[in-house]
């Protein structure tokens, strides 16, 4: 059994025995000086396609850090597949296949899906058929599980598994609403950390790879401290999307009549790689406590390793399965 986060961002893999990751990106070798003997003596994940040499994984994601002029590409693009690029769907594939492996006879696959966010029109149909059938030609049996409702199976063991549980994506954000492991209510919303990248990116000028670099580095703080202009910037755009989660969660309570009526106060659980920059949870706060919530929160906090929440919840739903 296995558990996949299909991210925008990362690929993760769970099995019982190891969690494995892999970016989800790619990079056209076109115009590169380099062979595929070089890239086999590298330990360089690639493909070909239609004439093409293609890297893809984390070291695509390097290269583009790198190389400036170097296009990092993506299978996914505000967490569904990218209508934009011809080969996602095979890429996305390679990519998933590196991870997983093969199959044992008859063995189960929960991957992660969104819901459909409810800030644009976009549904998720199409999306959630085209990861089935990569999983079904590998040979296993997919079963699919919203990201946010994922999170709960790790986040929320120790409060009956109620409360609210938020996944931050780099495509989207997710978030499910949780009763005693019933999920009342899954909706996403359009903006993630991509969203991020990008108003950082235009307000200083460089480009989105390398303000994806800085983000990561994670040295410094987006709550306190001194930080550089481009930091600054990113500190400014976190408060903003913070800002856009909260208010579509509490516009959900006010016009949603199926909500449940909790009878105590219940934790918010964050996962996802959007939420590991530092000073992240004091920052939430912060904007949290500047609004009127339409329900009593005991507590913010993070999942234990938010960047493999998802896999790890996806990993237990297999089990159960």
Known sequence: MKGLDIGTNTIICASPKSIELQRDAFLSLEGMQTTKTQLKKLGV???ELSNKIYIIGTAANELAAIF???ELKRPLKDGMLNPSEQDALPILAAIIKSL???PEEGEHCVYSIPAAPIDINHEIDYHDDMLKLILQQLGYTPISLN???AISNV?????NFTGITISMGAGMTNIAIMYKGISVLTFSVSKGGDWIDKMVAQETGLTIARIRMI???NNYSISNGDRSREQQAIKTYYEAYIRYILKYIE???TKNLSM???ENSVPIVIGGGGCMVNGFIDSFKQQFVQKEFPLEISDIKLVEEPLTAVARGCLEEAKIG
Do not use: H, R, W
């Not at 986040?155 to 409060?159: A, E, F, K, S, V």
């Open 68 to 70: 400036n002029n170097s």
């Open 155 to 159: 986040g929320l063991i120790n409060d």
């Open 215 to 217: 983000k990561e580095k």
């Open 251 to 253: 516009i959900q309570f």
């Open 45 to 47: 994940s690639y493909i």
């Open 147 to 149: 990201e946010a409702v």
């Open 100 to 102: 997983l492996g093969d």
């Open 260 to 262: 449940p009526n909790f």
